[in-house]
C-alpha cells in the first residue's frame, strides 16, 4: 500500500457491512474504528475483525478500497465514488475466486499481506480480533 500522495487526498471509509458510505476528507473524521463482521456468510471466525480506520489513515485510499467494472472485474476506486459494503461481491454466492469469495477470505488476504509486509507482530489473530 502506499502513503497519502498529499495533504488533500480524499479518504473513503472502510467497509463495515452496513452498507453504502460517504466519503469524506481525509480530516480524520470517519469512523475511528469499523468492524469487520460477515453478515451473509457464516464462515468459522473466532471473533469479529476490529479495525482502527483512524490508525490507517497514511495509506492511499485505493490501496484498500475498489470497485468493480461493467465486466465484474475489479477496479481502482477514485476518490468521490461511493463505497459499496465489502461483502457484496465477497460473498459465497457471488462467484469470485476460492480465495476472495468471502469478506474474511478477501479480508484476510488484503489485511495479512499488507501486516506481513510492514510488522509482523500485526499479522497475528489477536492483533484484529481482540475484545474491544
Known sequence: ????????AILALCCTCLG?????AN???????VVIQSTI????VAKPAFLP???HQWLDCDGCHHNKGPDGKKMD?????????????HNSQAGMQE???????????LCM???????KDLARCGVCHAKK
Open 99 to 109: 480465495r476472495l469469495a468471502t469478506l474474511k477470505r478477501a479480508a484476510h488476504k
Open 77 to 89: 476506486w477514485v476518490a468521490g465514488q461511493p463505497i459499496a459494503k465489502c461483502e457484496s461481491c
Open 113 to 119: 499481506e499488507c501486516h506481513l509486509q510492514n510488522d
Open 1 to 8: 500500500m502506499k502513503p497519502h500522495a498529499g495533504k488533500g
Open 53 to 55: 480506520h483512524h490508525t
Open 27 to 33: 480530516t480524520g473524521q470517519g469512523p475511528e474504528k
Open 20 to 24: 453504502v458510505l460517504p466519503v469524506l
Open 41 to 44: 456468510d457464516k464462515e468459522k
